[in-house]
């Protein structure tokens, strides 16, 4: 029986979600216009893939994040406990 278009999305999908490290996970998401074309603009500035570039901002900026936080205030972060913002 033939797969269905799903079936074969969701397969073409699982085959792709690995990567060379084998920790990859799938965003799915649409942004801002503007945040594309400056995450493209960023990515042409340091020759590096879209991807990369997406992946150090957001590395970087949780270590800015987590750079003055008490251990109670981390142990909550990344426990990922709703509450107020942690302020600098």
């Known amino acids: 029986m033939a797969k ?6 969701a ?11 084998g920790n990859g996970e799938r965003l799915s998401l649409l ?7 400056a995450l493209e603009r960023l990515a042409r500035r340091y020759a590096v893939t879209q991807r ?12 800015a994040v987590k750079a003055d936080m008490s251990a109670e205030q981390y ?3 990344v ?3 709703k ?3 942690v302020t600098r």
């Open 4 to 9: 269905s278009n799903a079936e074969r999305q």
């Open 52 to 63: 990369a570039m997406l992946e150090r901002l957001i590395v970087e900026a949780d270590k």
């Open 31 to 37: 942004v801002d216009i503007h945040a594309k074309l």
């Open 79 to 81: 426990d990922g406990e």
């Open 83 to 85: 509450g107020r913002p």
């Open 11 to 21: 397969a073409y999908r699982q085959r792709h979600l690995k990567d060379v490290d």
């Open 75 to 77: 142990a909550a972060y």
